[in-house]
T-cell receptor, first 113, second 112 residues
Framework: NAGVTQTPKFQVLKTGQSMTLQCAQDMNHEYMSWYRQDPGMGLRLIHYSVGAGITDQGEVPNGYNVSRSTTEDFPLRLLSAAPSQTSVYFC????????????FGNGTRLTVT | SQKIEQNSEALNIQEGKTATLTCNYTNYSPAYLQWYRQDPGRGPVFLLLIRENEKEKRKERLKVTFDTTLKQSLFHITASQPADSATYLCALSTSGTYKYIFGTGTRLKVLA
């Protein structure tokens, strides 16, 4: 029972490089989302998806792209990494709206130098 | 703007005592409030959900209260154990939305 799987666990990028953070879930959840967690800021929503082919912006979407071609996968793309994107990134999924618990992956720790 | 506040300072308590964590919010009318546990290097794990029309919810040694007049939730862990040491996050959401707002979390340390 894998739940939500994120890869990689750690990543170091140079400013201007691009990369994709991977997220996969095996619970057949329609809703998936990406958060970033910074000290003293709490979890902030970057992008979310309510089903394959449907995505929308969260609180802090700038500098990130997403797409959802399958129910299982929801990758997060950094187009041109900046030091301000140094953070821990979490992917989460749920079966419904606000009355459903979120299932989180174990995060990707990204450092941009 | 919407704001959630949790005690930013760590909470240290003796084993066996009841730990009480606070979640206050402003400029928001949540339909649901959730509590999560987060261990170092791991993602948050769901613990409890309480609805706006519920005053209290219990699960084993955990109890959550929700006061929409005070705009506050209290999270209690009774008979606390060192294994309960973690950061606890509260999250708010409204009905029909996929957007959750998280607090910054309170770090709890239970001393043996």
């Amino acid at each position: 029972n894998a739940g939500v799987t994120q890869t990689p666990k750690f990543q170091v990028l140079k400013t201007g490089q691009s990369m994709t953070l991977q997220c996969a879930q095996d619970m057949n959840h329609e809703y998936m989302s990406w958060y970033r967690q910074d000290p003293g800021m709490g979890l902030r929503l970057i992008h979310y998806s309510v089903g394959a082919g449907i995505t929308d912006q969260g609180e802090v979407p700038n500098g990130y792209n997403v797409s959802r071609s399958t129910t299982e996968d929801f990758p997060l793309r950094l187009l041109s990494a900046a030091p301000s994107q140094t953070s821990v990134y979490f992917c989460a999924s749920s079966s419904g709206t606000g009355n459903s618990p979120l299932h989180f992956g174990n995060g990707t720790r990204l450092t941009v130098t | 703007s919407q704001k959630i506040e949790q005690n930013s300072e760590a909470l240290n308590i003796q084993e066996g005592k009841t730990a009480t964590l606070t979640c206050n919010y402003t400029n928001y009318s949540p339909a649901y409030l959730q509590w999560y546990r987060q261990d170092p290097g791991r993602g948050p794990v769901f613990l409890l959900l309480i609805r706006e029309n519920e005053k209290e919810k219990r699960k084993e040694r955990l109890k959550v209260t929700f006061d929409t007049t005070l705009k506050q939730s209290l999270f209690h862990i009774t008979a606390s154990q060192p294994a309960d040491s973690a950061t606890y996050l509260c999250a708010l959401s409204t009905s029909g939305t996929y957007k959750y707002i998280f607090g910054t979390g309170t770090r709890l340390k239970v001393l043996a």
